[in-house]
């Protein structure tokens, strides 16, 4: 199972929740990434690492071999090949909550405007989709959700107990002003 979204959303948050609900292991991608090496070049520019995808995958499959099961989150989505995925749920979250979430973390607004414009755009879901395809990619909004209520919505997600959602940021915006300005400033 791979939890994705835009940073900011509660993916290790929930990532965990779900281990321990299915018992499975918890990977925080970005933890292991650091932690084992498993990037090609630094992008000095964002302050980042520059994840080899090849490595990455190579590892979780192997941790996926090891324990018969895993929640990887990351914000980046095709962590794992699609042959060992079966949910891909994206964490969405109302760009103006994901505002003043990260402003309140301390993030630098040129970082945080360029997630509050990835998280309207979509970016991590198209590429969820285009990866993994729209049958396992599940959409959950996290916007002013407790862990305990959105555990228990994926959880449900899950056990095909609920329909699938579709969040659209952009079309929300041209029915809300304070949206459309907000992403406007983007």
């Known amino acids: 199972m791979v939890i994705t979204g835009t940073p900011g959303t509660g993916k290790t948050s ?3 929740g779900l281990a321990e609900a299915f018992s499975l292991m918890h990977v925080d991608v970005p933890l292991l990434v650091e932690k ?6 630094v992008d000095r520019d964002r302050g980042s690492k520059v994840v080899s995808l090849s490595k990455l995958r190579r590892r979780l499959h192997g941790l996926l071999m090891e324990t018969g099961g895993l929640v990887a989150s990351s914000h980046v989505p095709d962590v794992l090949p699609s042959r060992d995925v079966d949910y891909v749920l994206v964490l969405r979250i109302d760009p103006r909550a994901l505002l003043h979430r990260l402003l309140s973390r301390g993030w630098p607004e040129g970082k945080v405007k360029e997630n509050v414009a990835s998280e309207a755009l979509g ?3 198209a590429q969820a989709l285009d990866y993994y395809g729209e ?3 599940y959409e959950l909004d996290v916007t002013n959700k407790s862990l305990e209520d959105v555990l228990e919505e994926a959880t449900k997600m899950i056990k095909g ?3 699938k959602t579709t969040i659209d940021w952009l079309a929300k915006a041209e029915e809300d002003e304070d949206l459309a300005s907000l992403l406007a400033s983007c």
């Open 14 to 16: 929930l990532g965990k």
């Open 36 to 41: 084992e090496g498993l990037y090609s070049d």
């Open 123 to 125: 970016i991590c879901l």
């Open 135 to 137: 049958v396992k990619v």
């Open 161 to 163: 107990e609920v329909k």
